[in-house]
């Protein structure tokens, strides 16, 4: 068992960076795949962010490719997301907690798959009470 804990949200300007961090206290966070997933009021929730337990691959959403970047300090215990060129449409409550990760190889191209969210949003595994991120000028 595994109990989480994120930090690091806060108000940001557009075009801004911040970096969350996400605690787990109890199992070793290395054990699982884990990630990140978002959740907007009056929007679907969002897996945006995932990462690998047996290697260093990851996967990202399509609204946060090449801004976001996801990353682990095992010794730590501690996942990170470092989230820069912010917009107004990353404004949302970010949770951290374990998935399920897969790879998808098809006509020689692999690609990765991330599923999970907190079980308040009907999903399972260990998840943290989320950090409020916002993005306004």
């Known amino acids: 068992q595994v109990q989480l804990v994120e930090s690091g949200g806060g108000l940001v300007q557009p075009g801004g960076t911040l970096k969350l961090s996400c605690l787990g206290t109890?199992?070793?966070?290395?054990?699982?795949?884990v990630g990140w997933f978002r959740q907007a009021p009056g929007k679907e929730g969002e897996e945006i962010s995932c990462?690998?337990?047996?290697?260093?691959?990851?996967y990202y959403a399509d609204s946060v490719k090449g801004r976001f970047t996801i990353s682990r300090d095992k010794n730590k215990n501690m996942i990170y997301l470092q989230m820069n060129d912010l917009t107004p449409d990353d404004t949302a409550v970010y949770y951290c907690?374990?998935?399920?990760?897969?790879?998808?190889?098809?006509?020689?191209?692999?690609?990765?798959?991330?599923?999970?969210?907190?079980?308040?949003?009907?999903?399972?595994?260990?998840w943290g009470q989320g950090t409020q991120v916002t993005i306004s000028a």
């Open positions: 907690g374990t998935v399920e990760f897969g790879q998808v190889t098809e006509e020689g191209s692999t690609h990765y798959t991330c599923s999970g969210r907190p079980l308040a949003a009907g999903g399972r595994g260990y």
């Open positions: 109890g199992d070793r966070l290395s054990n699982f795949p």
């Open positions: 990462i690998s337990s047996v290697s260093d691959a990851t």
